[in-house]
């Protein structure tokens, strides 16, 4: 029998489970790991050379974990010495073998960037979540948010990140890049991702967050005029009228058919919000976590795939999905 650590000894003596450990066991059963470990595999470095690396399993399980819980590689590392249902879930133990270090974690996240797996994964994700009846593809709602990023010049460069800009949203400036989607209209799941710097407009990336399949598009009123730029026509569009233009219609009756209107198409776009508010706020994911749009892209495409299976959890575990 394998002697356990200390804090491992005093974990499996514990009687409470806590949210995170919940968290985890949810997440462990409806991530599709053998669909995702397929595509990093032919990229994932093998044994040789007297360098024997640590389970490819064992290194997207702490991927995965960065991004749930907003560790930087350094806290990651101490992370997994500390917290033993990290440990557990990585598969590893202090025990039985070594933890993997920042570098080791870093070269993980690069090989993803480097080999452009990212986009790869969401729709792996996505088509797994197809194949349950979960992405219907008959309507979208495309909408774009804020990500913040560093204003200060008090760094190594004493510049700004060039890749991000500033834009103004109402009366307030906000520095740093926009994360574009398209959502799928009837499960609210994210379909499609871009990303921008925070200047670039809305409307400017709509025809790359619609799948073709759609036959109807919701918006918000930065996307007046988007079906000049769909490249495919013969799509219902529903994107919402200016407020100061519903606000100036003289007749009364009339303004409040159309306010009614309004109402109805902003219920429906109200499923955009889901998957934002997911990655800010059950993630964490306010603020900008690397230099340069590259990078970044490939954490939020990624983030959005983990926001689709934790949106999707309950309808998977109660079908019964349990992915080895």
């Given at each position: 029998?394998?002697?356990?650590?200390?804090s491992d000894a005093?974990?499996?003596?514990?009687?409470?489970r806590?949210?995170?450990?919940?968290?985890?066991?949810?997440?462990?059963?409806?991530v599709?790991?053998k669909?995702l470990?397929?595509?990093?595999?032919?990229?994932?470095?093998?044994?040789?050379?007297?360098c024997?690396?640590?389970?490819?399993?064992?290194m997207?399980?702490?991927?995965?974990?960065q991004?749930?819980?907003g560790y930087?590689?350094?806290?990651?590392?101490?992370?997994?010495?500390e917290?033993?249902p990290l440990?557990?879930?990585?598969g590893?133990?202090?025990?039985?073998?070594?933890?993997?270090?920042?570098t080791t974690?870093?070269?993980?996240?690069r090989l993803?960037?480097?080999?452009?797996?990212a986009?790869?994964?969401?729709?792996?994700v996505?088509t797994?979540?197809?194949?349950?009846?979960?992405?219907l593809r008959?309507g979208?709602?495309?909408?774009a948010t804020?990500i913040?990023?560093?204003?200060s010049?008090k760094n190594?460069?004493?510049?700004?990140?060039?890749?991000?800009?500033?834009t103004?949203k109402g009366?307030?400036w906000?520095?740093?890049?926009k994360?574009?989607?398209?959502?799928?209209a009837?499960?609210?799941?994210?379909?499609?991702?871009t990303?921008?710097a925070?200047?670039?407009?809305?409307?400017?990336?709509v025809?790359k967050?619609l799948h073709?399949k759609?036959?109807?598009?919701?918006?918000?009123?930065?996307y007046?005029?988007?079906?000049?730029?769909?490249h495919k026509?013969?799509?219902r569009?529903?994107?919402?009228?200016k407020?100061s233009?519903?606000?100036?219609i003289?007749d009364?009756?009339?303004?409040?058919?159309?306010?009614?209107?309004e109402?109805?198409?902003?219920?429906?776009?109200a499923?955009v919000e889901h998957?934002?508010r997911v990655?800010?706020?059950?993630?964490g994911?306010?603020?900008?976590?690397?230099?340069?749009?590259?990078?970044?892209t490939?954490?939020i495409q990624?983030?959005?795939?983990?926001?689709?299976?934790?949106?999707?959890?309950?309808?998977?575990?109660?079908?019964?999905?349990?992915?080895?």
């Open positions: 029998m394998t002697q356990l650590s200390f005093e974990y499996a003596g514990k009687r409470k806590t949210r995170r450990e919940k968290f985890l066991e949810e997440m462990d059963q409806v599709p790991w669909v470990l397929s595509l990093i595999e032919p990229a994932y470095p093998k044994a040789g050379n007297g024997r690396p640590y389970l490819l399993k064992t997207l399980r702490i991927h995965l974990m991004n749930w819980f930087s590689d350094p806290a990651m590392e101490e992370a997994l010495y917290v033993a440990r557990r879930f990585a590893l133990s202090l025990t039985r073998g070594s933890v993997p270090d920042e974690i870093l070269n993980f996240r993803l960037e480097q080999n452009d797996l986009p790869r994964l969401l729709a792996a996505n797994h979540l197809t194949d349950k009846g979960l992405l008959q979208t709602i495309v909408d804020i913040h990023a560093p204003p010049t190594r460069d004493k510049a700004r990140d060039p890749e991000m800009h500033q103004k009366n307030q906000f520095f740093g890049m994360a574009h989607i398209g959502v799928d009837e499960s609210g799941l994210t379909h499609s991702v990303t921008t925070a200047n670039v407009a809305d409307v400017a990336e025809d967050l073709g759609e036959k109807v598009v919701y918006a918000d009123a930065g007046i005029g988007a079906q000049k730029r769909a026509r013969g799509r569009w529903y994107v919402a009228a407020r233009k519903v606000k100036a003289d009364d009756q009339l303004r409040d058919l159309t306010q009614q209107i109402h109805l198409k902003a219920s429906i776009r499923k998957p934002f990655i800010k706020r059950q993630f994911y306010q603020k900008v976590r690397f230099k340069g749009l590259a990078k970044n490939t954490q990624m983030l959005f795939a983990l926001a689709n299976l934790w949106m999707a959890r309950s309808t998977l575990l109660a079908a019964g999905e349990v992915r080895p």
